[in-house]
């Protein structure tokens, strides 16, 4: 049986991956406030992938890390408007992805963000 990382550790590994640039690629990603001590905020970009119908777009998305997280994973919207088959066309919201539980040394971020554009 492993340990539970508390919230707050995967929540300040991310902010400090996505700091660094240390991410996935071709995503940024930070808080949306960062006097927000909960980091239940972000904001994030996505650019699209070469050779794909998404190259040379640039994507905003909000992130929100709720209190369950990362057990639970964050609700993402597109700020921008976009056409995937995991976002709603009408919300902008991203959904279909497993939990953390099906890999707990993976950040919900990466997970999600690494595979939005991908599908």
């Known amino acids: 049986m492993t340990a539970k990382v508390p919230r707050n550790f995967r929540l300040l590994e ?7 640039g240390q991410g996935a690629e071709a995503c940024s990603y930070g808080l949306a406030d960062g006097d927000d ?3 239940t905020k972000w904001n994030g970009t996505i650019l699209g992938p ?3 119908v998404h190259e040379n777009r640039i994507y905003s ?3 929100h890390c709720g209190d369950d997280y990362p057990d ?3 609700t993402i919207h ?3 408007k976009i056409n995937l088959p995991c976002v ?3 919300t902008g919201q991203i ?3 497993a939990s953390t539980q099906e890999n707990p040394s993976a950040t919900r971020g990466f997970l999600v963000l690494s595979s939005v554009l991908v599908i």
């Open 50 to 52: 070469p050779h794909s």
């Open 78 to 80: 597109f700020v921008s």
């Open 37 to 39: 001590l909960m980091m």
């Open 61 to 63: 998305v909000n992130i």
């Open 95 to 97: 959904y279909g992805f």
């Open 14 to 20: 991310e902010l400090e991956k996505g700091e660094k």
């Open 88 to 90: 709603d066309a009408r």
């Open 72 to 74: 639970v994973p964050p």
